[in-house]
C-alpha cells in the first residue's frame, strides 16, 4: 500500500477536505500514475453530494485524469514509465460479458467499475482523480497523443469521450446536420468534435450568451431556446441532436426538430422521467436514443482524433484550495467551459 495526498468529501454536506488515502501495490498488471492534472465534472458534485444515491464517505472523485507512469507491473506491456497517460470514468469491468468481449466495456453486463464510488476488485471503495497517485490495470489506461496539451487533456477522458462516442456511432459528418443542446462542459466538446468531425453544426442554448463561442468552436449556427421562434425555424431541420444538458426538457419539441431518420441522443442526466409522444417519433421516422462514455478502444480514438485535429476543451486551471469555489461556479453555470485541477497543489 502506499499513502497519498488527495482532496476528499467528508460527507455529502461538507466541504472537500485535504487527506491522504491509501492506494494498492502495484499488480502484475497494473500502472501507477503520478496525477498531473484532475478535470473537475459535474458528476463528480453529484456524486459526493449523494444525488445519485448513497455512497461511502470519505469520497475522493475525478474521473478526467492525466499524468505520468512512474511504475509498471511485469506484466506490463502497453505503457512503460515516463509514458503521459490518461485515465476516464472506468477502471475495469468484467472482461468476460458479450458486450465486454465485443470492445464495449462501458456497456458491461456485469457493470464496469467506475473509477470513484464504486466496489473495485478487491472490495474496496474507488478513489478518483483528485490525489496525487492512482494504480490502475494497464488496460484501462489510455496513451496520451504528444499533440494533446497535457492541461486540457484532462477533460476529453469524459466530456470528450461521452460526445465523441455518440457522434462517430451516429456518422456526424460532411453532410450531416448536428444540433447541440446546451453549451457546458460537454455540449463545448460536441460542437468541436462535430465541427472537426465535418457536420454542420448548430448550438441550441438557452440565450445567446455564448454565441460567440459556438461560433469560434466551429458551429455555423447559434439559437436561444428561450425565443419560441427557433422552433419554428429549426423544424425537420436536423440528423442528430445531441442533448448534453441534465435538466428535464421538453422531448417533443426538440424531437420535432429532426428531420427523416433523425436521432435525438441524449448524454445529460436528468434524474426525472421525460416524456415522449409516438406520434412525433412516428414522424419523419425519428429515434431517441441514449449513450454513455465510450468504449476504452474509442476513448484512444477519440484522444488521436483530438490530436489529429488540434481540438482541446476550454479549460481554467485551479489550485486544489479553489475546488469549493469550482464546485459553486459549475452549480451556477459559471465556468468556461471546465475546471482543471493542478494536483501539484494537493
Ligand atoms: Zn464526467
Ligand atoms: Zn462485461
Not at 491509501?22 to 459526493?48: F, M, N, Q, W
Not at 425537420?236 to 426538430?257: K, W
Not at 489529429?308 to 465556468?335: C, F, K, M, W
Amino acid at each position: 500500500m502506499r499513502t497519498v495526498h488527495a482532496y476528499a468529501a467528508p460527507s455529502a454536506t461538507e466541504p472537500l477536505v485535504p487527506t491522504t488515502i491509501e492506494r494498492r501495490d502495484v499488480g502484475p498488471k497494473d500502472v501507477l500514475i503520478a496525477i498531473r492534472y484532475a478535470g473537475i465534472c459535474h458528476s463528480d458534485i453529484h456524486t459526493v453530494r449523494g444525488d445519485w444515491g448513497p455512497i461511502t464517505y470519505p469520497q475522493v472523485v475525478g474521473h478526467e485524469i492525466v499524468g505520468e507512469v512512474v511504475e509498471v507491473g511485469p506484466a506490463v506491456s502497453k505503457h512503460a514509465v515516463g509514458d503521459r497517460v490518461g485515465v476516464g470514468c472506468m477502471v475495469d469491468s468484467c472482461r468476460e460479458c458479450d458486450n465486454c468481449r465485443a470492445g464495449m466495456e462501458n456497456y458491461c453486463l456485469n457493470g464496469s467499475t467506475d473509477t470513484y464510488a464504486a466496489v473495485d476488485r478487491d472490495g474496496t471503495i474507488t478513489q478518483g482523480g483528485y490525489s496525487t497517485h492512482v494504480v490502475v490495470d494497464e488496460d484501462f489506461v489510455l496513451r496520451l497523443p504528444d499533440a494533446v496539451d497535457y492541461a486540457a487533456a484532462a477533460p476529453l477522458l469524459c466530456a470528450g469521450i461521452t460526445t465523441y462516442s455518440p457522434l462517430a456511432h451516429w456518422k456526424a459528418g460532411p453532410g450531416t446536420r448536428v444540433a447541440v443542446v446546451g453549451m457546458g462542459g460537454l455540449g463545448h466538446m460536441a460542437v468541436k468534435i462535430a465541427a472537426a468531425m465535418g457536420a454542420e453544426v448548430t448550438v441550441l442554448s438557452r440565450t445567446l450568451a455564448k454565441k460567440d463561442d459556438g461560433l469560434a468552436f466551429g458551429a455555423q449556427d447559434y439559437y436561444a431556446t428561450d425565443d419560441d421562434a427557433t422552433f419554428e425555424a429549426l423544424a425537420d431541420r436536423f440528423d442528430l441532436l445531441v442533448n448534453t444538458v441534465s435538466a428535464p426538457l421538453d422531448v417533443d419539441r426538440y424531437l420535432r426538430l429532426l428531420r427523416l431518420d433523425g436521432t435525438m441522443i441524449n448524454v445529460g442526466a436528468p434524474p426525472e422521467p421525460m416524456p415522449v409522444t409516438m406520434f412525433t417519433l412516428f414522424g419523419n421516422r425519428r429515434s431517441f436514443a441514449g449513450s454513455t462514455i465510450g468504449s476504452i478502444a474509442e476513448t484512444q480514438e477519440m484522444l488521436d482524433f483530438c490530436a489529429e485535429h488540434g481540438i482541446a476543451p476550454e479549460t481554467e486551471l485551479i489550485a486544489a484550495d479553489q475546488i469549493n469555489d469550482a464546485y459553486e461556479r459549475v452549480l451556477s453555470g459559471d465556468v468556461r467551459y471546465r475546471f482543471v485541477i493542478d494536483t501539484t497543489t494537493l
